[in-house]
């Protein structure tokens, strides 16, 4: 079992930076891929980032790429999401996620209570 709890969301002007902190309890996470998802009022859920359990791979939506960076601590337990550049669009609850195995490929296994951030136009 693994328990994650975010932190860092807030609000911010357009254009503003923040960054997320997921901290993760248990002696698996090292061996873990690890990734960030959010949701919008009235969207899905979708994927932002993820980053594989060594941190040598990382992939992005789309819609955040060159903005935001994912990385992590393995000796700390803790991945974090670093937003620049910051949209209103980019306003949403954000989830920690851990998934099933090292790579980022594997399925999303385990969810944080997730932290709001809300951007300002």
């Known amino acids: 079992q693994v328990q994650l709890v975010e932190s860092g969301g807030g609000l911010v002007q357009a254009g503003g930076s923040l960054r997320l902190s997921c901290a993760a309890s248990g002696s698996s996470f090292s061996a873990r891929a690890m990734g960030w998802y959010r949701q919008a009022p009235g969207k899905q859920r979708e994927l932002v980032a993820r980053?594989?359990?060594?941190?040598?791979?990382?992939d992005y939506a789309d819609s955040v790429k060159g903005r935001f960076t994912i990385s992590r601590d393995n000796a700390k337990n803790t991945v974090y999401l670093q937003m620049n550049s910051l949209k209103p669009e980019d306003t949403a609850v954000y989830y920690c996620n851990a998934r099933a195995g090292g790579s980022i490929l594997s399925s999303p296994l385990y969810w944080g209570q997730g932290t709001q951030v809300t951007v300002s136009s």
């Open positions: 980053i594989s359990n060594g941190g040598s791979t990382e």
